[in-house]
């Protein structure tokens, strides 16, 4: 019986901590050559946002399932957006014009953004790649309504069984409480600047 109210308290203490995290509107150089801030979609209920890389291994498992959850929940005012934070002087691979010809040939249907400052993941609390936010619009800020893994099978998309992601925005677009607001990111870490 402790061990259940323990368990209980450590839940709710992880769910309110989350659920409280707010975040800035930024404005981050995309590939195609332009900007891209959160003030300008007009029409955003919320975002899914994804702290991803060129590099990591596990980052590559997922620009196709990006795609499809871009394609079907933009249309609903959740668009997707990509925010690489990977520091360019430790990773040369992570620089603007690698990014282009990633986005180009995995053939993104959303925006892939530098966070060169590495300004943006620091105020997510971003720590690896890939990890996915759920951000929702209330009264007037953005508050983070899930933070983790996209789903629980990153290598093999056909033996999904968990969208944690997916079931966010599914439940948020309901107008219910993400019943599952934090779990655990599983990818490359992402290494501050000091």
């Given at each position: 019986?402790?061990?259940?109210?323990?368990?209980?308290?450590?839940?709710?203490?992880?769910?309110?901590?989350?659920?409280?995290?707010?975040?800035?509107?930024?404005?981050?150089?995309?590939?195609?050559?332009?900007?891209?801030?959160?003030?300008?979609?007009?029409?955003?209920?919320?975002?899914?946002?994804?702290?991803?890389?060129?590099?990591?291994?596990?980052?590559?498992?997922?620009?196709?399932?990006?795609?499809?959850?871009?394609?079907?929940?933009?249309?609903?005012?959740?668009?997707?957006?990509?925010?690489?934070?990977?520091?360019?002087?430790?990773?040369?691979?992570?620089?603007?014009?690698?990014?282009?010809?990633?986005?180009a040939d995995r053939d993104f249907n959303f925006p892939y953004l530098l966070d060169?400052?590495?300004?943006?993941?620091?105020?997510?609390?971003?720590?690896?790649?890939?990890?996915?936010?759920?951000?929702?619009?209330?009264?007037?800020?953005?508050?983070?309504?899930?933070?983790?893994?996209?789903?629980?099978?990153?290598?093999?998309?056909?033996?999904?069984?968990?969208?944690?992601?997916?079931?966010?925005?599914?439940?948020?677009?309901?107008?219910?409480?993400?019943?599952?607001?934090?779990?655990?990111?599983?990818?490359?870490?992402?290494?501050?600047?000091?």
């Amino acid at each position: 019986m402790k061990k259940l109210l323990i368990f209980s308290l450590l839940l709710i203490f992880m769910t309110s901590k989350v659920a409280c995290q707010t975040v800035s509107d930024f404005t981050l150089p995309n590939v195609d050559g332009k900007t891209v801030s959160l003030s300008q979609f007009k029409n955003a209920k919320g975002f899914i946002i994804i702290f991803t890389c060129n590099h990591c291994p596990f980052a590559q498992f997922y620009p196709e399932r990006l795609n499809a959850l871009n394609k079907k929940y933009k249309a609903l005012g959740v668009p997707v957006i990509a925010v690489n934070p990977m520091d360019t002087a430790v990773y040369a691979e992570e620089n603007l014009e690698s990014m282009k010809a990633l986005a180009a040939d995995r053939d993104f249907n959303f925006p892939y953004l530098l966070d060169a400052s590495q300004k943006v993941a620091k105020d997510f609390k971003a720590k690896r790649t890939p990890q996915a936010f759920v951000i929702w619009k209330e009264n007037g800020k953005w508050t983070v309504k899930y933070s983790g893994a996209i789903d629980d099978n990153g290598a093999e998309p056909e033996k999904v069984q968990t969208s944690f992601l997916e079931d966010a925005v599914k439940e948020l677009l309901a107008g219910k409480k993400v019943s599952n607001p934090e779990t655990a990111s599983i990818g490359c870490k992402i290494n501050y600047r000091k």
